[in-house]
Nanobody
Framework: QVQLVESGGGLVQPGGSLRLSCAAS????????MGWYRQAPGKKRELVAV???????NYADSVKGRFTISRDNAKNTVYLQMNSLKPEDTAVYYC???????????WGQGTQVTVSS
């Protein structure tokens, strides 16, 4: 049974930081590309950041220079360090695992991030 369990969301003031974690089980973690997506109320889910099995990263323009994605294959965990948070970063953040070669995707249940004073 595949599980992706996000944690680390919460309420933070503008300019603050949060670190999201996503612990994976039931998959061979090291071969999966791992990504973070977010969905704000009334908006489509969008890609925030992705890290490939080889460690290459890509970010949405809106978070470049503020967010950092990383992975620890020994812990089957992917992280999203979010700095200089803005109110527009408020959304539910979802973890995604994708085995690109096989077209297999899994999603976590999401964690709420609210940036507000």
């Amino acid at each position: 049974q595949v599980q992706l369990v996000e944690s680390g969301g919460g309420l933070v003031q503008p300019g603050g930081s949060l670190r999201l974690s996503c612990a994976a089980s039931g998959i061979t973690f090291s071969i999966y590309a791992m990504g973070w997506y977010r969905q704000a109320p009334g908006k489509k889910r969008e890609l925030v950041a992705v890290i490939t099995s080889g460690g290459n990263t890509n970010y949405a323009d809106s978070v470049k220079g503020r967010f950092t994605i990383s992975r620890d294959n020994a812990k089957n965990t992917v992280y999203l360090q979010m700095n200089s948070l803005k109110p527009e970063d408020t959304a539910v953040y979802y973890c995604n695992a994708e085995w690109v070669g096989a077209g297999v995707k899994y999603w976590g249940q999401g964690t709420q991030v609210t940036v507000s004073s």
